[in-house]
C-alpha cells in the first residue's frame, strides 16, 4: 500500500500512522512534508496506574513533552479534538517550539479552542520567520475574533510554496467563511497545484457545506491506491450529507483494514455505527497477529480512533489493553477515544 500522510492537519489521519511532524526525518502537512513510516517504539506493556480517563490525560502530557516532534504533535492534536481545556497552558508553551509544525498545530489548537490567554504569544508568531507559522498565527486570531487577519490566509493560497499554499487551504476550509469558497475554487483550478494541494482543498470545500465537489471526492474514493481512499473517507466525513454518508458505506467492504477502520470512524463522526462490525474484527478475529509490527500498530491506532467515534460498550472495552501498549502512538490514539467518550 502506498502509504502518504499529511503534516500540519489536525485530524485524526495526523495520529494514524504517526507521520506527523516536518522537521527532519519524520514530517507532518498537506505538504511536500509526506512521510511513509510511522515512529516506532517497542517496549514492555505498561500498567494502568489509575482510571482510564486519568490514565489517558497522563498519557497526554507525557506526549507533549515527548523528544519526537511527531509524538508532541499528535499529543496536541488529542488535546484540541478532545477539547481538555485543562491543558491548554500546556498548548500555549508549545508555540515557542523548535519544530515547525508543533507550533503550527499549538496555534491552531489555540484557535479552536478560543484560548484568549495565549493571545499575546500568538501575536508575536504573526512575524515567526517560517510562512506556514505566520498563517497559523492568523488563523488563530481571527478565531479569537480578529477578522483583519483573513487577508493573510487568504492571500497565502497563491504561494509558489506548495506547503503554504496546502496549509492556506486548509485553514480557509477551518475558518468556517462562505466567501473562502471562491479562493479554494481558484487554488483547484491553478495548473501548478500538486497533488497535496489540491486533496487539501477539495476536502476544505467539503467542510464549508459545498456539495457541488461530491464528484471530485467521490474519484478518491474508487482509486487503487489506499492512501487516496483514505483521503476520500476524511473528505466525504467533512461533507457530511446523506449522499456522502452512504458513500462512506460503501467503503466498509474495502479490501484494506486500514481503509475499512477509517470510514468506520469517519461514519461514527456522523453518528452512524454501521462501520462497529469492522473495528470489532480486529480483536475477535485477531487480525493483529497475522501483521508485521508496523502494520499491526497502525491497525491498532485506526481501531482507536474508530472506538472513541463509535463509542459502543463492547468497543469501548478493549481501551483499557490499548491504553498499555508499547507504541506511543497507539496509546495517544487511545486516549483521545477516553476522552471523548467521557465528555
Known amino acids: 500500500m502506498r502509504t502518504v500522510f499529511r503534516v500540519f492537519a489536525i485530524t485524526s489521519t495526523c495520529l494514524l500512522a504517526g507521520a506527523v511532524c516536518?522537521?527532519?526525518?519524520?514530517?507532518?502537512?498537506p505538504s511536500a512534508y509526506r512521510h511513509s513510516a510511522p515512529p516506532t517504539f517497542s517496549g514492555p506493556?505498561?500498567?494502568?496506574?489509575?482510571?482510564?480517563?486519568?490514565?489517558?490525560?497522563?498519557?497526554?502530557?507525557?506526549?507533549l513533552?515527548?523528544?519526537?516532534?511527531?509524538?508532541?504533535?499528535n499529543a496536541i492534536e488529542a488535546i484540541a479534538t478532545t477539547r481538555a481545556i485543562r491543558l491548554l497552558p500546556r498548548i500555549q508553551r508549545m508555540l515557542q517550539d523548535p519544530a515547525v509544525p508543533v507550533r503550527f498545530l499549538a496555534a491552531l489548537s489555540i484557535g479552536d479552542l478560543q484560548y484568549s490567554l495565549a493571545k499575546d504569544e500568538v501575536q508575536k508568531l504573526l512575524s515567526d520567520p517560517d510562512p506556514n507559522i505566520r498563517i497559523a498565527a492568523a488563523y488563530?486570531?481571527?478565531?479569537?475574533?480578529?477578522?483583519?487577519?483573513?487577508?493573510?490566509?487568504?492571500?497565502?493560497?497563491?504561494?509558489?510554496?506548495?506547503?503554504?499554499?496546502?496549509?492556506?487551504?486548509?485553514l480557509l476550509g477551518k475558518s468556517g467563511r462562505q466567501d473562502a469558497l471562491r479562493f479554494l475554487y481558484w487554488v483547484l483550478q491553478q495548473p501548478d497545484s500538486g497533488d497535496m494541494v489540491t486533496l487539501q482543498t477539495a476536502e476544505?470545500?467539503?467542510?464549508?457545506?459545498?456539495?457541488?465537489?461530491?464528484?471530485?471526492?467521490?474519484?478518491?474514493?474508487i482509486s487503487a491506491y489506499a492512501d487516496d481512499r483514505m483521503i476520500g473517507v476524511r473528505a466525504m466525513a467533512a461533507l457530511g450529507t446523506?449522499?456522502?454518508?452512504n458513500a462512506l458505506i460503501t467503503v466498509l467492504d474495502d479490501t484494506v483494514i486500514e481503509v475499512r477502520l477509517a470510514a468506520a470512524e469517519q461514519l461514527g463522526k456522523l453518528g452512524d455505527k454501521t462501520g462497529e462490525p469492522e473495528v470489532q474484527e480486529v480483536f475477535e478475529k485477531n487480525l493483529l497477529a497475522q501483521m508485521d509490527p508496523l502494520s499491526a500498530q497502525r491497525v491498532k491506532v485506526l481501531a482507536a480512533l474508530a472506538i472513541g467515534e463509535i463509542g459502543s460498550a463492547p468497543l469501548a472495552r478493549h481501551l483499557p489493553e490499548l491504553l498499555q501498549d508499547p507504541s506511543a502512538a497507539v496509546r495517544?490514539?487511545?486516549?483521545?477515544?477516553?476522552?471523548?467518550?467521557?465528555?
Open 204 to 221: 476544505s470545500i467539503a467542510r464549508l457545506g459545498d456539495s457541488q465537489i461530491y464528484p471530485k471526492l467521490w474519484t478518491r474514493l
Open 65 to 73: 513533552a515527548d523528544r519526537d516532534p511527531r509524538i508532541r504533535s
Open 140 to 170: 488563530a486570531l481571527l478565531k479569537l475574533g480578529q477578522p483583519e487577519h483573513f487577508p493573510t490566509i487568504r492571500d497565502a493560497v497563491a504561494s509558489k510554496d506548495q506547503t503554504v499554499r496546502a496549509n492556506a487551504a486548509l
Open 332 to 343: 495517544l490514539a487511545a486516549a483521545k477515544a477516553v476522552l471523548r467518550l467521557s465528555r
Open 45 to 63: 506493556r505498561r500498567p494502568l496506574r489509575g482510571d482510564p480517563e486519568s490514565e489517558a490525560r497522563q498519557i497526554l502530557l507525557e506526549g
Open 242 to 245: 446523506e449522499e456522502a454518508r
Open 22 to 29: 516536518g522537521c527532519g526525518p519524520p514530517a507532518q502537512t
